[in-house]
DNA sequence: TGCAAAAAGTTGCAAATGCAACATTTGATA
DNA sequence: TATCAAATGTTGCATTTGCAACTTTTTGCA
């Protein structure tokens, strides 16, 4: 996966900090990001450990809206109307996030310099990634039994690992979450998809027959 | 919207097209313009026009994956796994695509000129948009309710349009499509919503108490 | 290695949803 | 303006799902 500042030495890394505004900051587990950002106009890069970004309805319930890693962006920009109050950025472990004014990359003075040109386009290589994966998310979610959006993840996962023989990247649990069902239900429908010989589980191997 | 070619002369965006081993083709409506294009490394633009990405699953069930219109931006780097066999992208109108190759948007050679420049950032604004939209879409798809789901698309199309009493964009049948449910049930469940006091609609006029 | 917390798995039941098969209204156009 | 297709709206019913309340298993770590 491609970083941010890949190709482009410290010294310009210091250099694209000052232009876009740029600052480092450390965050320690479970800390709500929100209350620490500019929510209008910064991006977030995820320099190390993991959020989630959650969203809690007047009822209490809680989405998932998203889950991001090393060097995934987020921001006001890309969410727009999902960072609203109800929404929540939690880290999941100890977290360094860089935020950078995103009005400075329109309109940078070094717009012209090599590192600039690498750093923009490090920037596009991130977002097409993150597009493909929310693509892939929409695909499942779009699916209208829990049945088709499992068979559809799987077959996902399938394609990406080459092979019938998958192993999950996170638990049921956290599956059930990502395709949005309740959990226990997920687990009874993949019961009946082992009695029907669909596929083959424990725990987070399965071989699909399909 | 901003267009992929804004603040670029006529005269540079042939240079781009030449840079990207860029071609319009034009198409009619109906046309499936997956058997034109080249899967692993070219991006399509919309010139005019629009598309619909539709999947057709196993037992014939076709799901509406994405929608796209003047300036949005389509290909197998952003879809990847998607746009599998399955799936097919079908014009709705007469339309006009721009393919350029991707690859060459990193070792292009003309890096340093401003056009070039211009090119990419117009790129990224547009990506970004597409990213909001598909982060609002997933935000949608997410909640598991028929009712949660339009509540939630109301409250997005509310704070667009300024106001409690929104338009939709399209018509219910589509919107059905949008949120992914069946048509029947959400009209059902609209009835209910206008039931107990908490919109009122007709056809695309819709207020909200909420 | 033992213990607590998280994850996995089960089940009954009420509620939500999809589906099919209609009737009615709207809208485009010949 | 007559006509046909698309969109809207309705309803009964079987299926799927979420939810709650459990038990059992696994896992991290003191």
Redesign the pocket.
């Known amino acids: 996966m491609k970083n941010l500042f890949e190709n482009i030495s410290l010294k310009n890394k210091e250099k694209l900090f000052k232009i876009f505004r740029a600052s480092t900051v450390k965050f320690t587990k479970g800390i709500n990001i929100i209350d620490y950002m500019d929510r209008t106009n910064s991006i977030g890069i995820i320099d190390t450990g993991s959020i989630d970004i959650i969203q809690t309805d007047y009822d209490g319930?809680e989405t998932l809206i998203d889950e991001l890693k090393e060097n995934d962006i987020f921001g006001s920009t890309i969410y727009s109307i999902v960072l609203s109050d109800e929404c929540s950025i939690i880290t999941k472990d100890n977290t360094n996030v860089t935020f950078i004014d995103y009005r400075e990359i329109e309109n940078a003075e070094f717009i012209k310099s090599d590192f600039y040109i690498t750093f923009v386009q490090n920037l596009l290589a991130i977002i097409f990634e993150q597009m493909s994966f929310k693509n892939k998310r929409i695909d499942i979610l779009t699916k209208?039994?829990?049945?088709?959006?499992l068979l559809t993840y799987f077959k996902q996962l399938s394609k990406e690992q080459g092979s019938k023989s998958i192993t999950?990247p996170?638990?049921?649990?956290?599956?059930?979450r990502f395709i949005?069902?309740?959990?226990?239900?997920?687990?009874?429908?993949?019961?009946y998809l082992k009695e029907e010989g669909m596929i083959d589980?424990?725990?987070?191997k399965i071989r699909l027959y399909y």
Do not use: G, P, W, Y
Not at 144 to 149: A, F, H, L, Y
Not at 170 to 176: C, D, I, Q, R, T
């Open positions: 319930n209208k039994t829990i049945r088709n959006k999950l996170f638990s049921l649990s956290h599956l059930a949005s069902v309740d959990r226990s239900a997920m687990i009874r429908e993949i019961k589980q424990k725990t987070k």
